[in-house]
T-cell receptor, first 111, second 113 residues
Framework: KQEVTQIPAALSVPEGENLVLNCSFT??????LQWFRQDPGKGLTSLLL?????REQTSGRLNASLDKSSGRSTLYIAASQPGDSATYLC??????????FGKGTLLTVNP | NAGVTQTPKFQVLKTGQSMTLQCAQD?????MSWYRQDPGMGLRLIHY???????DQGEVPNGYNVSRSTTEDFPLRLLSAAPSQTSVYFC????????????FGQGTRLTVV
């Protein structure tokens, strides 16, 4: 059974800092891995999708990497801003439609 | 292309009432699913469907019913609402069993009093 773990559960950083959010998974036979952000009381916004054949994806200040052999993905946020404050969710996609969710990292970027 | 549309966004029910949460997608996705999100619990799968006429239970199906008469729609029915069903509900869809990129609706915040 796939398990997805996100560490840390919460992170507080000063504005401008570069930071890394971590996601680990137990079953390396994933089809893809997605990173989402969720603002308080809001829905899930897709940030980056990494297919199993890919090592990383980039969008603006965000970079996500995938290492299936070690069961890890990281989300790198460069030059963090207060607007980046949100909960970041890691979701693995596996065979037979299976999605497995991490519990998220609550990021606070302080001005 | 609207993606995944959920209605309503907010709902307050009295204990024992029934209601249907609507979910529709216009991307011709095979897979649709319902999740509930509770503090500290993450997202938990309620029911899912891999095509019209095919549904199955997820992790927390009790008290909920689903049907999928068309590819586009996947309503979630609360048969007799209980305070324990107070939660945020998300509908999601994916293309097929090999392409599991997930698309989410905006959520329904349900309060049962």
């Amino acid at each position: 059974k796939q398990e997805v773990t996100q560490i840390p559960a919460a992170l507080s950083v000063p504005e401008g800092e570069n930071l890394v959010l971590n996601c680990s998974f137990t079953d390396s036979a994933i089809y893809n891995l997605q990173w989402f952000r969720q603002d308080p009381g809001k829905g899930l916004t897709s940030l980056l999708l990494i297919q199993s054949s890919q090592r990383e994806q980039t969008s603006g200040r965000l970079n996500a990497s995938l290492d299936k052999s070690s069961g890890r993905s990281t989300l790198y946020i460069a030059a963090s801003q207060p607007g980046d404050s949100a909960t970041y969710l890691c979701i693995s996609g596996g065979s037979n439609y299976k999605l497995t969710f991490g519990k998220g990292t609550l990021l606070t970027v302080n001005p | 292309n609207a993606g995944v549309t959920q209605t309503p966004k907010f709902q307050v029910l009295k204990t024992g009432q029934s209601m249907t949460l609507q979910c529709a997608q216009d991307m011709n996705h095979e897979y649709m699913s319902w999740y509930r999100q509770d503090p500290g619990m993450g997202l938990r799968l309620i029911h899912y469907s891999v095509g019209a006429g095919i549904t199955d239970q997820g992790e927390v199906p009790n008290g909920y019913n689903v049907s999928r008469s068309t590819t586009e729609d996947f309503p979630l029915r609360l048969l007799s609402a209980a305070p324990s069903q107070t939660s945020v509900y998300f509908c999601a869809s994916s293309i097929n069993r090999r392409n599991t990129e997930a698309f989410f609706g905006q959520g329904t915040r349900l309060t049962v009093v």
